[in-house]
């Protein structure tokens, strides 16, 4: 049977194409898009009897860093591309 979970070898993969040196975020709520700051990591056992590793936010109000970047919600498919509406022509003084 396969998961659609990722594994940690999977984020070990992709995490290595990363710049080793840049800080960890979690991208969280997909309806209201907020990046966090990455504290720890939990290595755990789940009910199954599956070893289950937790990324978890820090406990601090420097935890929430704001909004997530409009880039990075629109690669998550969180949201879509926005464009800005199209200009109208300006109006004269003359009012034509």
Do not use: K
């Amino acid at each position: 049977m396969t998961s659609s979970e990722m594994t940690v070898g999977d984020l070990i993969d992709v995490l290595s194409a990363c710049d080793r040196d840049a800080p960890v975020r979690q991208a969280m709520n997909p309806f209201f898009p907020m990046a966090h700051r990455l504290a720890q990591v939990v290595q755990s056992v789940a009910e199954t009897g599956r070893t289950v590793v937790y990324l978890a936010e820090g406990g601090d109000e420097t935890t929430q860093l704001g909004h997530l970047p409009p880039e990075v919600a629109v690669a998550l498919a969180w949201q879509g591309p926005v464009q800005a509406p199209p200009r109208r022509p300006r109006r004269t003084a003359g009012g034509t």
